[in-house]
């Protein structure tokens, strides 16, 4: 079984290089594909340089996954965020979940490394929310290529490309979720924004999706949303 590794990247020249090597270093026969969004620092050439094929490709998330998956060689395709680490034995266990020929597909049980009371809540809620078969790409989303084109691949659209790839590979069959080691992902994107305006933007995201707004609509209220914010002060002050 021969995996690839699809990572899209916009400016991660500090971490690409140390998470491509580390990659190898599990798996050394594995296919690790970099597709940047347009960088504007040394991603590519440091990705180059670590032992990953780069392409560069349109900016947006779903675009470049959808890029990766055209382009990928392996019989198996793991989307892994360039800020996320997989712990050592990660890309064995996904070999041993994947023996079973029932096995569509899956993710990995994920960790926020940030040292906030939010953080460790998100670690929590994304575990309840796997429960229920939903995840999102920051936990690390591996599929057999002959179900991913059986599902129709990943949709390039502007926002929820992750989101709409687990209920259709729900839907398509079984999928695990590989518990031990976890994926590793950066808390960055929340820093300095108030948790509950983090939930509510989740919330009306969500609830919007389901109401069918395009998913270009969808992620102008979402990148509006992630502007940092300061938390309320107290009146009076």
Same mark, same amino acid.
């Given at each position: ?14 971490? $690409? ?14 296919? %690790?594909?970099? $597709? ?22 349109? *900016? ?13 060689? !392996?019989?198996? %395709? ?27 597909? !899956?993710?990995?049980? %994920?960790?926020?490394?940030?040292? *906030?009371?939010?953080?460790? @809540? ?5 575990? @309840? ?59 960055? *994107? ?14 009306? %995201? ?5 109401? !069918? ?6 992620? *102008? ?17």
């Amino acid at each position: 079984m021969k995996l690839s590794i699809v990572i899209p990247t916009l400016n991660e020249a500090e971490r $690409i290089g140390a998470l491509v090597e580390a990659l190898r270093r599990q798996d050394p026969d594995s296919d %690790i594909l970099v $597709i940047d969004g347009g960088s504007s620092d040394e991603t590519l050439s440091r990705a180059l340089k670590a032992g990953a094929r780069a392409l560069r490709g349109v *900016r947006g998330r779903g675009q470049q996954l959808a890029l990766g998956a055209e382009v990928a060689e !392996g019989d198996v %395709i793991l989307f892994l965020h360039a800020d996320s680490t997989l712990g050592n034995g990660a890309l064995k266990a996904l070999r041993e979940a994947l023996a079973d020929p029932a096995v569509a597909g !899956g993710n990995f049980r %994920i960790l926020f490394d940030g040292a *906030r009371r939010f953080d460790r @809540w998100l670690t929590g809620f994304y575990a @309840w929310f796997r429960r229920r078969g939903l995840y999102y790409g920051d936990s690390a989303i591996f599929v057999r290529r002959s179900v991913l084109e059986a599902i129709g691949g990943i949709r390039p659209v502007a926002l929820m490309e992750d989101f709409d790839l687990c209920r259709r590979l729900e839907r398509h069959g079984k999928t695990v979720c590989i518990e031990e080691p976890p994926v590793v992902t950066s808390s960055r *994107r929340f820093e300095q924004r108030w948790p509950p305006r983090i939930v509510a933007g989740w919330l009306l %995201i969500h609830g919007l999706y389901y109401l !069918g707004l395009s998913p270009d609509l969808l992620a *102008r209220i979402y990148n509006s949303s992630r502007r940092p914010h300061d938390r309320p002060k107290p009146s009076g002050s």
